[in-house]
């Protein structure tokens, strides 16, 4: 892996099994609150799946995904009540956690904010972004799962906005932007761009920087995380507590799954890491 704004930790089951996990870059500014990612290895999972698939609308065996969530769960025996999952659909929704919604079936929604202590807030992606959020301050957490389309739409915004309502305060708040796809892989066409020139709110008039001309192709490159960025910092974030870990989905092979790398290859549909945040 190209390490750039993270270390790499090997958290250990009872039963002595291991899943490698990121650790962004001043993460410990956020005193009590525990922020990660996880990678593609470390699970059951075969195939595109292979390994640490942990989302179960992707075509895995269910045993083996569950058996996934499980070594995840275990690595955080005795801090984590429960881990939270989404049914993500790419919209703006946030869902506001009072208490551990148990077994339900999980919200159609792309954001979480809790201020309760042990529910890891998990985000689900294979090339969109995991944006994690803290104001340990208040202790207030949330995390977002932002693609092109839910950044458009707001799900950063309407996180935030959701935390804000909960005792945090923009000022305070530090943001992680999680492995996803990078400009020099996100090639788009001009139908792409014309949807953000259609939009109208006030940073989505700003998109053209995002986008730079791919050399003889007659196509586009679209800078996500660099998008994703400029709304935090409209929002009131300040820029030195926006940390990105700069790396790709769709380059690192090895390390994380891409949809549109799985769907090029004739492979998809692949499987899902997380981007996981909790208050301890």
């Known amino acids: 892996?190209?390490?750039?704004?993270?270390?790499?930790?090997?958290?250990?089951?009872?039963?002595?099994?291991?899943?490698?996990?990121?650790?962004?870059?001043?993460?410990?500014?956020?005193?009590?609150?525990?922020?990660?990612?996880?990678?593609?290895?470390?699970?059951?999972?075969?195939?595109?799946?292979?390994?640490?698939?942990?989302?179960?609308?992707?075509?895995?065996?269910?045993?083996?995904?569950?058996?996934?969530?499980?070594?995840?769960?275990?690595?955080?025996?005795?801090?984590?009540?429960?881990?939270?999952?989404?049914?993500?659909?790419?919209?703006?929704?946030?869902?506001?956690?009072?208490?551990?919604?148990?077994?339900r079936q999980p919200p159609n929604a792309d954001a979480w904010a809790t201020r309760q202590t042990g529910l890891l807030l998990a985000i689900m992606t294979a090339d969109c972004a995991p944006v994690l959020f803290a104001d340990a301050t208040a202790r207030v957490i949330g995390a977002a799962h932002a693609g092109w389309r839910g950044g458009l739409e707001g799900v950063l915004e309407s996180c935030l906005q959701s935390m804000?309502?909960?005792?945090?305060?923009?000022?305070r708040i530090i943001g992680w932007i999680g492995p996803c796809i990078r400009r020099q892989s996100y090639s788009v066409d001009i139908d792409f761009q014309t949807a953000f020139a259609k939009h109208?709110?006030?940073?989505?008039?700003?998109?053209?920087?995002?986008?730079?001309?791919?050399?003889?192709?007659?196509?586009?490159?679209?800078?996500?995380?660099?998008?994703?960025?400029?709304?935090l910092l409209f929002f009131g974030l300040q820029r030195e507590r926006i940390h990105d870990v700069e790396l790709c989905t769709y380059s690192e092979n090895d390390e994380f799954f891409s949809h549109r790398r799985s769907t090029q290859q004739g492979l998809a549909p692949c499987g899902r890491q997380i981007g996981g945040i909790f208050l301890e």
């Open 164 to 171: 804000c309502r909960l005792g945090a305060q923009p000022a």
């Open 200 to 231: 109208g709110d006030k940073v989505a008039l700003g998109y053209k920087k995002f986008f730079s001309e791919q050399n003889y192709t007659g196509t586009l490159q679209f800078d996500l995380p660099g998008y994703l960025q400029e709304r």
């Open 1 to 103: 892996m190209h390490k750039k704004h993270v270390s790499i930790t090997g958290l250990s089951t009872k039963n002595q099994e291991t899943i490698p996990l990121l650790l962004p870059e001043r993460s410990a500014e956020a005193s009590g609150v525990q922020v990660f990612f996880t990678t593609r290895r470390g699970g059951v999972s075969q195939g595109s799946h292979a390994s640490l698939n942990l989302a179960e609308h992707v075509g895995d065996d269910p045993v083996r995904v569950a058996r996934n969530r499980a070594m995840l769960e275990a690595v955080w025996s005795g801090k984590v009540r429960q881990v939270c999952y989404l049914n993500q659909v790419h919209g703006a929704t946030t869902v506001v956690l009072e208490g551990a919604p148990g077994a």
